[in-house]
């Protein structure tokens, strides 16, 4: 059976799909399990054991849509059910199965503010699709595999952290989902912990305005290494302090603690830290603490972030509680392991 498996983008939401490719892997004897991508996304897929072959999107849809025509696919699993997807699946004129995406209910949530989400990780959702096939959710949560190459060494970070660190993913995708760098600044006056920051180089400046306050116990990581490096240093964090965006699921794949900071979107939409059977509500996840301004009446307001908080005052960031966070930090330190030496 030769299965193809569809998401686009992003870094988190592809992250998110890895369940159903493992479990397709694992419960279908024989499944060749293909993966189609951004070719901008290689390195999340490329190393993964349980993709047979993985075809990348560039600039022309026909070109890829020409290659795939040649695989003669038995069924075809759409992750991101938009129009691209439409266009692949009509060309290739095979059973397929797409993902609900629940937009009805998003915009309930964000505009209305009536929650019809269910209580369950995107992963949930993504598992459906495969269920006619007799393929079931294992358990195990996410996977993220980092090739030999990218894993770093101590000598990479200051050796005042070598004893163990707190990994701050200050980046993420828009502006609204970002914590404000003087939040991060009070974060650092009041933890004890040395802090790596992780980011890309969009980051950097960022990371620059908050190591500045004290450079020994911060260092800034933003833009200094990959994806697949950065992943390395969230791997090997004692804690992990991020807002939403894709390497909190890297995080949760290496089933590390997780203080994930919500802006404007909303961990009711299913894109909480997932370890494999937890639930936002109905089942707690002791690695997982949430930080969400739930007091603000215009909570959530998009599903995907704006440049700018929409109303000014940007308080779902704004009015989170550092006291608390870096109580939350010092619980996790205590129970967690330090940077393995060389």
Sequence with gaps: MKLLVIRFSSIGDIVLTTPVVRCLKQQLPG????????????????????????????????????????????????LHHNLRTLRVKRALQ????????????KWLLTNLKINLMPDAS???????????LGVKNDGR?????????????????????WAGYVACVIGGSMNTKKLPVDKWKELATIMPYPMVLVGGPEDRADGDAIAAQDKVKIYNACGKF????????????????????????????????????????????????????????????????????????????SKIGY?????????????????EISLKILNFWNNSQPLKSD
């Excluded at 993220?144 to 005042?160: C, G, H, Q, R, V």
């Excluded at 089942?283 to 215009?298: A, H, M, R």
């Excluded at 440049?307 to 006291?323: A, S, V, W």
């Design 307 to 323: 440049n700018k908080c929409p109303k000014g005052h940007f308080r779902c960031m704004n009015n989170l509680n550092m006291n």
């Design 122 to 132: 995107i992963v949930e959702r993504y598992m459906e699709t495969v269920q006619h």
């Design 141 to 161: 949560g996410l996977d993220y595999f980092i090739p030999e190459a990218a894993n770093l060494k101590n000598t990479d970070i200051p050796m005042s952290h």
């Design 94 to 105: 095979v059973q397929s199965y797409s993902f609900r995406k629940l937009n009805v209910q």
């Design 226 to 301: 990959n994806l697949n490096e950065s992943a390395w240093l969230v791997k090997n964090a004692r804690v992990v302090v991020s807002n939403d965006t894709g390497l909190m699921h890297i995080a949760a794949a290496y089933k590390k603690p997780i203080i994930s900071l919500w802006g404007n979107t909303s961990p009711d939409m299913g894109m909480f830290p997932y370890y494999g059977n937890n639930k936002l509500k109905a089942s707690f996840e002791p690695l997982s603490v949430i930080f969400e301004n739930k007091e603000i009446s215009c909570h959530p307001c």
């Design 31 to 78: 499944a060749e399990v293909h993966y189609l991508t951004k070719a901008s996304f290689r390195s999340i897929v490329a190393h993964n054991p349980f993709i047979d072959k993985i075809h990348y999107l560039e600039d022309d849809i026909n070109h890829v849509i020409n290659t795939l025509k040649k695989e003669h696919f038995d069924y075809i699993i759409d």
